[in-house]
C-alpha cells in the first residue's frame, strides 16, 4: 500500500508530466517515451512502429507513457520501415457530385472494416490534377489506389501504370480505361441507356433527344462519326451514347444527330443544347439525360421555354438522387449502386494488397430503372 506522501509525489509527477506536454513546442520523441516507459528506444520503436516482437507488459508501459506524452506515430517513417501505411488512397473526378459521395462512403466503411484509413482527392476531372494527386499517394506510400480516372486510354494514363511500377495495386471505379489491364468496378452503362430509351420509345416516342456529350465543337452527321467519336470519349459517356444507338436500332428508328447533344459538358450547355432541340422543326417529344448537371440544365431549358414535364415533354435522367422523387413531376431515373460500387472496388483493391494472385476483371454492377411520373405517351402531350 502506497503511503500518502508517495502518491503525493507521484500525483505532482503526474502534474508535471502535463504541463510540460501542454506547454512543450515540439512533439515528443521516442527517446522520451521510452525514458518514460523504462524501457530501451529500440523497445519503444518496435511497439510504436507495429513490427518485431514485444512483451504485452512492456507494450503496456510504452503505450501509457506515448499517451501521457501525447506522442504520434509518424506514419511515413513507419510506412518507410515496415512497407505498410495501412493507408488507401481514393481518386475521384468531384467530391461535390452526390454519386461520388456515395462510392467514397463505401470505399471507406470497407476500408476501415479491414483496418485501413482512406485519403480522398478531387480532380474536378481534369487529368493533370489527376496525375498531381497520384503522385501525392505514390509519395505517401499508400498500400493501394482507386481512382475514377479521366483517362481515356491507356497513353494519357501513365500516371497509373507508375503507381504499379511502385508496387502499388491500382483499381478503377465507375469507369473503365481502354488498354490498361487492370481491375475494374463499374456499371452496366450500355445496358441502363438501353433500357431507358426503351421504355421511351415502348410508350410511343420516336423523337427522343439525348443530353450530355459528345464534347466537340463540330456535330458528327454520320453514324460512323458519332460511334468513333463517343469510343474516343469518357467511357462512361461512350457507353451511354453506344446505349441510345442500341435502343433506336432495336426499334429500326433512324439516327438523327440534331437530337444529340455536343459541345462543353456543363450545365449551361446543356441548356443551351435543350433549347436549341426545342426550337427546331421538328423538336424531340422525349430527352434522355445522362448527367445530374444534365439533368439540371435541361429543366431550366423546360423551363424558360415553358414547356412541362410530363404533359409536353417526357424525361428520364441519370443517377438518381433524393430532390428527384420531390419534384414536380417526380423524375423517372436510373438509380446506380453507388454504396456497392465503393464496396466492390475496396474489396477488390483489399484482395490485391493481400496478394492473392489473379487475373484482373471488369467487375459489372447492375442498375435499377426508378419510374416515377416524368414519361407518359406523346399522344397525350400537348401541342407545344
Known sequence: MRTPRLACCESAMRKGTRAMVSERSVPPTI???????????????????????????????????????????????????????????VIIADIANPFFGGVVRGISDASRAHGFETLVLSTHEDLAEEIAATDVLIDKRV????????????????????????????????????GLDLDAVVIDNRSAARDAVAKLIAVGHRRIGFVWGPPVDERPRRRRELIDVATRNLWTDGERLQGYLDALDDAGMVLDTDLIMVGRKTEE???????????????????????????????????????????????????????????????????????????????????????????????TLNTRLVERSSVMPPSTQNDR
Open 31 to 89: 527517446s522520451e517515451v521510452a525514458a518514460a516507459a523504462g524501457v530501451g528506444r529500440s523497445t519503444a520503436a518496435r511497439t510504436l512502429g507495429g513490427y518485431g516482437y514485444v512483451s504485452p507488459e512492456l507494450r503496456g508501459r510504452v503505450a501509457a507513457a506515448a499517451a501521457q506524452l501525447g506522442y504520434r506515430t509518424n506514419a511515413l517513417a513507419r510506412s518507410m520501415s515496415t512497407g505498410v501505411s495501412q493507408t488507401i488512397g
Open 143 to 178: 498500400d493501394g489506389i482507386i481512382v475514377a480516372s479521366a483517362a481515356l486510354d491507356a497513353a494519357s494514363a501513365g500516371h497509373i501504370r507508375q503507381a504499379g511500377e511502385h508496387g502499388i495495386p491500382v483499381v478503377l471505379v465507375d469507369r473503365a480505361v481502354a
Open 269 to 363: 450547355n446543356a441548356a443551351v443544347e435543350v433549347a436549341r432541340m426545342l426550337a427546331s422543326d421538328d423538336p424531340p417529344t422525349a430527352l434522355f439525360c445522362t448527367e445530374n448537371d444534365a439533368v439540371t440544365g435541361t429543366l431550366l431549358a423546360l423551363r424558360a421555354a415553358g414547356v412541362r414535364v410530363p404533359s409536353d415533354i417526357s424525361l428520364i435522367g441519370f443517377d438518381d438522387n433524393s430532390w428527384a422523387a420531390v419534384m414536380e413531376p417526380p423524375l423517372t431515373m436510373i438509380e446506380q449502386p453507388t454504396l456497392a460500387l465503393g464496396t466492390r472496388a475496396a474489396e477488390v483493391l483489399f484482395t490485391a494488397i493481400e496478394g492473392e494472385p489473379r487475373a484482373p476483371e471488369l467487375h
